[in-house]
Structures are given as structure tokens and as C-alpha cells.
């Protein structure tokens, strides 16, 4: 079933799914069986890792949970934006003033 969504793992699992495929040995393969993820999640989970400790470019974790609630908080603004000069034109009609 490619595709499926479920819900995420938690950090704990995926820190461990990390630790197990730098282990001296392990296959990220034989990892991602074991767990019962696919490999290119444990593929994200290490690169990710790797962002969060300096070691590869990109968005921490820290700053891609910062982006999203921004992201989140706009959306509302937005929202609010377009809804005000809506509402404040229906209650000028009710109440027979004009914004």
C-alpha cells in the first residue's frame, strides 16, 4: 500500500532508528526491516539527525516546527483579513450605517 499515511513516529523511535543504522555492521535495509519502516524514512531520520547535530546544511527540527507554526499563524491572519471588511460591511447593513 505505497503512500499510506499513519501517524508519525515518535522522536524517541526515530533517535533509536538512528542509532541502530550508525551502528558498526548494521545495513539501513536490514534497519528499516527490522523496525518495520521504509528506507527511505530512515533515510530522512538520518539525514535530519545529521542537520540537528551541525553536521549537514539545512533546517533543524527546532526551526522546521518554528516555519510550520508561522506558516499556520499566517494562514489565520490571512483568514482574518479577508473576513473582517465582510463582517464590518454586514453589521454597517444591519445596522443601517455605512462603513
Known sequence: MAGATHRPYPPEFRAEAVRLAREPGATLSGVAKDLG???????????QAEIDQGRREG???DEREELARLKRRTRVLEQEKEIL???????????GRTP
Open 59 to 61: 533546517l533543524s527540527t
Open 37 to 47: 519502516v521504509s528506507l527511505e524514512s530512515l533515510r530522512h531520520w538520518i539525514a
Open 85 to 95: 471588511p465582510k463582517a464590518a460591511a454586514f453589521f454597517a447593513k444591519e445596522t
